[in-house]
């Protein structure tokens, strides 16, 4: 698993993790019942303090997209499809958001963006 850690982000390292983690496995990089690596494992590898990891787990768990089995280890939640295309819709929702206000900023009415859309989804 590759995690990218910025020291120049905004972001706390915690989140970084999570965020890494459950794109991952929103874009099926990581499948359900896949193993991920113990807590300790990680933090040696990305040189951070465990707890650090913890949270990050933890913020997974949470969420829906880990389960946790003691002395097992964490894992790729199984019944994760319908969380994974919530959190894609959500993403989907703050992208076309950030299109809207950017369209209107520009001038663009409803019509030409949605024709803007519809040109774009058929790949034109």
């Known amino acids: 698993m590759n995690i990218i850690i910025s020291n120049s982000s905004n972001k706390p390292i915690y989140e970084q993790i999570t965020d890494q983690i459950r794109q991952m496995i929103m874009n099926g990089e990581l499948r359900p019942g896949e193993p991920l690596p113990s807590m300790r ?3 040696k590898e990305l040189r951070i303090s465990v707890i650090t990891t913890k949270r990050a787990y ?3 768990e949470r969420d829906g997209f880990i389960c946790t089995q003691v002395g097992k ?3 790729v ?5 319908e969380i994974v295309r919530e959190a894609q819709l959500r993403e ?14 520009c001038g663009l009415s409803l019509e030409e963006l949605k024709e803007l859309l519809t040109m774009i989804y058929e790949g034109e």
């Not at 939640?77 to 499809?81: H, K, L, R, T």
Request: proline content about 0%.
């Open 92 to 105: 989907i929702e703050n992208l076309l958001e950030a299109a809207v206000e950017k369209s209107r900023y």
């Open 73 to 75: 280890g964490s894992f």
């Open 41 to 43: 494992f990680l933090a």
């Open 77 to 81: 939640a199984d019944s994760n499809q």
């Open 58 to 60: 933890e913020e997974l």
